[in-house]
C-alpha cells in the first residue's frame, strides 16, 4: 500500500511567519511531488511541482525534496492570514495516478 | 490555471437512484481522470481516463461506477444505485504537461 503522510495539524503560524510543512511517502519509485491547497469545502489548487532533489521557489513557497528520505516539504514565507487552509501533498509513482497526503491544515493568526 | 468546468456543484440524490455527473474537461487534451473527497478524508483516485478509454481504475471504482465522453468534449461519471457512503466532493480534472489541475468539485449527497 503506498502511503503519504503528512501531520494533520493544525499547525498556527503567526503572520508575517515561516510556516513549515512536512510530507513523507513510502513509494521509493516516486517520480513527482505536488503541493495543492484546499480551502474548506474547495477542490486542490495546484501551488508547486517538484521532480528533483533540493530546493524550488515560486513567490513566497519553497518547496523542498529529498528522495533519499522520501521526504518533502513546503515552506510558506511571510504567511498571511489567506494562506489559512489546508494544505495537500500528492506524490505521483508509475503511470498517471496521484496519492494524496491527509493535508495539513493551517492556520495564519493576524 | 487551466479551466476545469463540473457540472451540478451540488448534487442531492436519493438512496439507490442513478446520478451522472458532468465535467468539461481542459482543451485539446485527451487525459483526464476522477477523485472523490469524502468529508474529512483524503482525495482518493477513482478512474482515469486516455484517448477515450479507462487507462487506469482503483479498487473503488466497481461496477456501481462508469465514466464515458459521450460527445467529445463532456466527459461524465455515472454512479448506479448510490448509496449513503458515495456522499462526498467528486473532482474532475486532467494533465497539463506535467502537472495535474482539477475541477471546482461536485458535492453529492445521499440522503
Known amino acids: 500500500q503506498k502511503e503519504v503522510e503528512q501531520n494533520s495539524g493544525p499547525l498556527s503560524v503567526p503572520e508575517g511567519a515561516i510556516a513549515s510543512l512536512n510530507c513523507t511517502y513510502s513509494d521509493r519509485v516516486s517520480q513527482s511531488f505536488f503541493w495543492y491547497r484546499q480551502y474548506s469545502g474547495k477542490s486542490p489548487e495546484l501551488i508547486m511541482s517538484i521532480y528533483s532533489n533540493g530546493d524550488k521557489e515560486d513567490g513566497r513557497f519553497t518547496a523542498q525534496l529529498n528522495k533519499a528520505s522520501q521526504y518533502v516539504s513546503l515552506l510558506i514565507r511571510d504567511s498571511q492570514p489567506s494562506d489559512s487552509a489546508t494544505y495537500l501533498c500528492?506524490?505521483?509513482?508509475?503511470?498517471?495516478?496521484?496519492?494524496f497526503g491527509g493535508g495539513t491544515r493551517v492556520l495564519v493568526k493576524p | 490555471e487551466p479551466e476545469v468546468t463540473q457540472t451540478p456543484s451540488h448534487q442531492v440524490t436519493q438512496m439507490g437512484q442513478e446520478v451522472i455527473l458532468r465535467c468539461v474537461p481542459i482543451?485539446?487534451?485527451?487525459?483526464f481522470y476522477w477523485y472523490r473527497q469524502i468529508l474529512g478524508q483524503k482525495v482518493e483516485f477513482l478512474v482515469s481516463?486516455?484517448?477515450?478509454?479507462?487507462?487506469?481504475k482503483s479498487e473503488i471504482f466497481d461496477d456501481q461506477f462508469s465514466v464515458e465522453r459521450p460527445d467529445g468534449s463532456n466527459f461524465t461519471l455515472k454512479i448506479r444505485s448510490t448509496k449513503l457512503e458515495d456522499s462526498a466532493m467528486y473532482f474532475c480534472?486532467?494533465?497539463?504537461?506535467?502537472?495535474?489541475?482539477f475541477g471546482q468539485g461536485t458535492r453529492l449527497t445521499v440522503v
Open positions: 500528492a506524490v505521483m509513482a508509475a503511470g498517471n495516478k496521484l496519492t
Open positions: 480534472g486532467g494533465w497539463v504537461n506535467t502537472e495535474a489541475f
Open positions: 481516463f486516455y484517448n477515450n478509454e479507462i487507462s487506469e
Open positions: 482543451s485539446n487534451h485527451l487525459y
